[in-house]
């Protein structure tokens, strides 16, 4: 293993590390909440989404951070805060404490996903970019995986505050490694607007980098806020309960379980993608083609059909989520690595407004439309997207370049 995929798979395990405290929080806290102070489901999901918020201001300011100290520095203040606030999600201190708790974890999540970005293009070229990022969607995945598998049993077992502290500790034994594995070299030029060099993009940059932009919003909106946040809703109206072998498997267990197998999945499956995206597919082609899949997909999910066949579109749904994420973050992180890492503050704005807005528009269109008019919405979006990507828009094609190392 090459020195730039070791420091991002390290980078990767300790995000990883840092994020099983927040991926617990959604499978145990709307059914262990009175054990941490809290009176009511409102105040639960008021919990969970305020760290989304709290981003948005944030990625200006943490993308001037790492424009005036070392991308060490960032990551190892992440990981305390991360190791600090998992702890606290354990405390009988009441709501006001815990949303506190929460708006540190945003901050902690921006310093992670901004350093994690800088690292990357600091350590790639246009020829492993994808690769890499793709090593780092996928590994850090499994932070997600373990909270939500791990946290729920632990906590049916002996209750929320013994997992804080548990998750706490595995988040604290990160620190020494972000300290270890981001050299002091990098970072340095997180500041930089790019090289005059670098700056060789056609004139059409200006709508190259809105596409990408909107791209990306439109993505998180699309996968991380309305197909998580309603997934449950989805999957007790497509399936409601399964028995099987005596038991009954309700709808938030199944939707549970189908996140389950995308996370356990991405370690593999987003550097295999990523490396795609690197070689003869491109990016471009590779995101028209998933975005029109997902759009048919989408177009299906709330169409009557037998269970195994819905079964079979939504893991199909979480294949070109996979597959989205990676090749859009690419491309971003491409488009920084020409004119400039201030590039990627826009972009995790962007990605986390969409993060945002999905739940709040998802549920808005459901209770004043229905669940079909919400999927076949979000197909059309999708659709309009990959016509964007293809090979007949205008100005299609876009050559990245990017100064090599010696």
């Known amino acids: 293993m090459n020195s730039g995929k070791r420091q991002v798979v390290l980078i990767s ?31 639960v999901g008021v919990l969970l989404s305020v760290n989304r918020f709290v981003r948005l201001p944030l990625a200006p300011l943490v993308g001037w951070f790492y ?7 960032g990551i190892t203040i992440a990981v305390l805060l991360a190791a600090v606030t998992t702890f606290c999600y354990g405390l009988d201190y009441g709501f006001p404490f815990l949303l506190a708790a929460r708006c540190l974890w945003g901050v902690a999540w921006t310093l992670l996903r901004l350093g994690a970005f800088y690292l990357i293009i600091d350590l790639s070229d ?11 969607n996928g590994l850090y995945r499994l932070g997600s995986l373990g909270g939500m598998l791990a946290g729920g049993l632990l906590a049916d077992a002996y209750g929320l505050p013994f997992v804080a502290t548990v998750f706490a500790a595995v988040s604290l ?10 050299s002091e070299a990098l970072g340095e030029s997180a500041g930089r607007e790019g090289a005059p060099a670098a700056r060789a ?16 919003l439109l993505i998180a909106m699309v996968y991380q806020g309305i197909f998580t946040a309603t997934l449950s809703h989805l999957t007790e109206e497509a399936a409601g309960t399964i028995p099987i072998a005596g038991f009954v498997l309700g709808s938030a267990a199944l939707a549970g379980i189908l996140q389950a197998i995308r ?5 593999l499956l987003a550097p295999w993608v990523g490396k795609q995206s690197d070689g003869r597919w491109g990016r471009d082609r590779l995101l028209g083609v998933s975005l029109l899949a997902g759009a048919l997909l989408y177009a299906a999910l709330p169409l009557p059909m037998p269970l195994a066949v819905w079964l079979a579109v939504v893991l199909g749904v979480q294949l070109t989520a996979t597959v989205l994420t990676t090749v859009a973050d690419t491309v971003a992180t491409d488009l920084a690595a020409a004119d400039g890492k201030s590039v990627m503050t826009t972009y995790s704005l962007a990605t986390d407004l969409g993060a945002a807005l999905g739940p709040f528009l998802g549920y808005t269109v ?3 439309f229905s669940t079909g008019t919400l999927y076949l919405g979000t197909a059309a979006v999708l659709l309009v997207m990959a016509v964007l990507w293809s090979p007949l828009a205008r100005g299609r094609r876009v050559h990245y370049r990017q100064e090599q190392t010696p």
């Open 67 to 73: 424009k005036t100290f070392r991308a060490r520095t």
């Open 126 to 136: 246009a020829g492993n970019r994808g690769y890499l990022m793709g090593t780092y």
């Open 201 to 216: 993009l056609t004139m059409r940059w200006n709508a190259t980098w809105l596409k990408a932009l909107g791209t990306g």
């Open 13 to 43: 395990l300790i995000t990883a590390a840092c994020l099983l405290g927040d991926s617990m929080l959604y499978i145990v806290l709307p059914l262990h909440y009175s054990e941490v102070g809290l009176q009511s489901l409102w105040e």
């Open 366 to 368: 459901i209770e004043g």
């Open 263 to 267: 996370w356990g999945w991405e370690p």
């Open 173 to 182: 034994v990160a620190l020494p490694a972000a300290w270890l594995s981001v």
